[in-house]
């Protein structure tokens, strides 16, 4: 059941009030365990408070307890945020308090899709979550004096596979590589030497034990090497100038260079490097940065910016492959934190990454020229785009998924699609990404180059609170932004869709669909079930919402007949699936969702009048059917032919979800409550006497 809750929740002057539950059944989560509002004096299973830096100082603004253990809060840039790392399992009660003892008047917890609200008394904001994957908040707090810094909260799972040191697992503090992990030696030489000492014997584990790791740039790696930081270790930025090898013959500004080096480096034909841990690697880069012009203001325009990790090709082409970031924190970026270029079959999970919101050009998760690759169940904190992937000089962009996201990008988009890119872009998915605030929702940008983008999808994304003014050029502020536009050519762009996407406050901001030129154009354009400031776009109204301009051909609202969809229960989460059979007659099965998708998942509809259509199984070409039955609960098949067995109308019910029901029996399709997560062949679909209940409700995806 559904009821709302404000995104901000104002209390009475008296301590009654009702809290509102906005409870929504978020499908990466729902498949790993519920994540929201629990019962009330549950504990959690497993707790594990991470320690703040040595050299930062707590926050001022905020205590935080989970349970009865007390979670350290660092105060970041300033004041922009503040941020408590924790783990844990089974259902945490969070006590969030102000520091001074000020009341708290109103508060707000994104991301509202997760569906958690709670109780203030006094200083106090008390809330439960049980966990999932992951659990990344990002809370606003009010008193009587105004708004306090937002408090940011990483909640991740128990960590597993910790390694063990012995065999091909060094300890960089002891012998032969001696690191001082007090923060007072620069360690560059000397983690060199360990990278490439443990790689010529084969490779293996560099595992950094809790303290302080002062390095500058250029950290190269090579195959086979995992970085393992332990929860309490910090690699840790030099905040020295003059400890980085700047690039004097790159762009300058006011005689100084405006961008310079990453930490670590991966070049060429390097294969399966790792960063794994609960550790943090500290870029420290913001006190690095000069103002770009004499007199200036320093801003992400500024000189002497670096970022963190950064992968490509060698100058004879040859491109690394297997490269894995899990678990880790990363934080103060001044340009692209990621930029992960050239690169093949790369996994990045559970990181948190954490930049100064209001830095322009603090990129985020960039993936450029990157074939295969998944960014799952991330935060990021970026001043500029924080899920993009770019299409580089000479490698494609492929085959990339963003998903189970938490992201926050004040200037910048949260979902993204190119700028800076000349190549081709192909089978680039989003899915299940929350955009707390940022400029633009959805954004594809085609702006350089004449290549080609096509089979681009943006699926259950939702942004709260549009943020920006700009009304033209390249940093529009819009809902959502497809276009090409030229600034040294653009090519086209075709096969994009965006299903249930949400933005909850545009601003006024209107969105935009437009190519540049004929040679740029944008073609077959799918919105279906896209709701702008609670406005559910159709055709008939997406004037309201969305300017659409030239050379725009094909552009559709709704469901498409020829398109090819995936149904998905509401209440199971689990594909409708044709268990890969070939064979007419054969049950039609739920799965767990693949990513991507597969033909057994995929079902092309095919309108037979107005809203019936047949669902034709991708893998087999069979329909599905009801067999001729009428009987309630009957199993459905799948099998060749166009009889009325075969015909279903499909029919929205709100929320992203439809009934389908036979046009021959009158009943729904129903996943027959099915448990969530069951993977059997035994898992057939029925037909049942319509209820409108969540096991007769699905989501249709386009692929």
């Not at 709704?558 to 054969?586: C, E, R």
């Not at 693949?594 to 034709?616: D, F, M, R």
């Not at 929320?655 to 099915?674: C, E, M, P, T």
Request: charged share 10%.
């Amino acid at each position: 059941m559904q009821t709302l809750i404000s995104h901000n929740q104002a209390l009475p002057s008296n301590s009654g009030f009702i809290s509102l539950v906005r409870s929504f059944l978020y499908l990466a989560i729902l498949a790993a365990g519920i994540f929201g509002v629990s019962q009330a004096h549950a504990t959690a299973t497993y707790m594990l408070a991470y320690p703040a830096a040595p050299y930062d100082g707590a926050s001022g603004t905020y205590t935080l307890k989970a349970d009865s253990t007390t979670i350290p809060v660092t105060s970041y840039y300033g004041g922009r945020y503040s941020f408590g790392h924790l783990a844990f399992e089974g259902t945490t009660t969070f006590t969030l308090s102000t520091r001074n003892g000020a009341a708290i008047t109103s508060y707000n917890i994104s991301p509202h899709d997760f569906g958690i609200t709670g109780t203030v008394s006094g200083s106090s904001l008390t809330f439960s979550v049980t966990q999932g994957k992951s659990t990344y908040l990002i809370i606003s707090v009010s008193t009587s004096a105004g708004a306090l810094e937002p408090m940011v909260i990483a909640g991740d799972p128990q960590e597993t596979n910790i390694p063990t040191i012995g065999g091909n697992v060094y300890d960089i503090t002891a012998s032969p590589y001696n690191a001082d992990k007090t923060g007072n030696t620069l360690l560059n030489t000397t983690i060199q030497n360990a990278i490439n000492t443990v790689s010529s014997a084969g490779g293996g584990t560099l595992y950094f034990p809790a303290g302080v790791y002062e390095i500058s740039n250029n950290i190269q790696l090579k195959s086979n090497i995992t970085i393992y930081l332990a929860a309490g270790a910090f690699i840790h930025g030099s905040s020295n100038r003059n400890d980085y090898t700047w690039n004097t013959s790159g762009t300058l500004q006011n005689g100084q260079p405006e961008q310079g080096p990453q930490n670590f480096l991966i070049t060429g034909a390097i294969n399966n490097v790792a960063f794994t841990g609960r550790g943090v690697i500290d870029a420290n880069s913001t006190v690095l940065v000069t103002p770009a012009t004499t007199g200036g203001t320093i801003d992400g325009f500024g000189n002497y910016r670096k970022g963190i990790i950064e992968s490509s090709a060698d100058s004879s082409g040859n491109r690394p492959n297997g490269l894995k970031i899990i678990g880790i924190t990363v934080k103060d970026a001044t340009t692209w934190t990621f930029d992960i270029q050239d690169e093949q079959n790369v996994t990045i999970q559970n990181v948190k990454m954490l930049d100064d919101f209001d830095w322009v050009h603090s990129d985020g998760y960039d993936i450029v020229s990157t074939d295969t690759a998944l960014i799952d169940n991330c935060l990021g904190i970026t001043g500029d785009d924080t899920f993009d992937a770019k299409a580089g000089d000479t490698n494609p962009v492929t085959n990339i998924i963003y998903s189970n996201d938490v992201g926050y990008s004040h200037e910048g988009d949260g979902t993204k699609v190119g700028d800076q890119s000349t190549g081709a872009a192909t089978n680039i998915l989003f899915s299940n990404i929350q955009v707390v605030a940022g400029q633009r929702a959805v954004s594809i940008s085609h702006d350089e180059g004449t290549a080609a983008w096509s089979n681009i999808h943006f699926n259950d994304i939702h942004m709260e609170n549009l943020e920006g003014s700009s009304t033209s050029g390249e940093f529009l502020v819009a809902p959502l932004v497809l276009w090409t536009y030229s600034s040294g050519g653009a090519g086209p762009v075709s096969d994009v869709s965006l299903s249930r996407v949400t933005v909850d406050n545009s601003n006024g901001h209107m969105g935009l669909i437009q190519g540049t030129s004929s040679a740029g154009a944008l073609s077959n354009i799918t919105l279906q079930d896209v709701t702008i400031d609670g406005v559910a776009i159709t055709s008939s109204n997406a004037s309201s919402k969305i300017t659409v301009g030239s050379n725009v051909s094909n552009l559709q609202y709704g469901l498409v007949s020829g398109g090819i969809y995936t149904f998905v229960s509401q209440h199971n989460s689990l594909a409708m699936d044709s268990g890969n059979s070939t064979v007419s007659g054969s049950p039609v099965i739920q799965w767990p969702v693949n990513l991507p998708e597969t033909t057994t998942q995929q079902w092309k509809i095919t309108s037979v009048s107005g809203s019936t259509y047949t669902l034709t199984n991708q893998q087999n070409g069979y329909n599905l059917s009801t067999a001729n039955s009428t009987t309630s609960g009957a199993g459905l098949i799948q099998s060749g032919g166009t009889q009325t067995d075969k015909d279903w109308t499909i029919t929205s019910v709100g929320g992203g979800y439809y009934k389908v029901i036979s046009a021959q029996s009158a009943l729904a399709l129903d996943d027959d409550n099915i448990a969530p997560g069951t993977q059997s062949t035994s898992s057939q679909v029925v037909q049942f006497t319509p209820n409108g209940g969540a096991t007769q409700k699905w989501k249709l995806t386009k692929q």
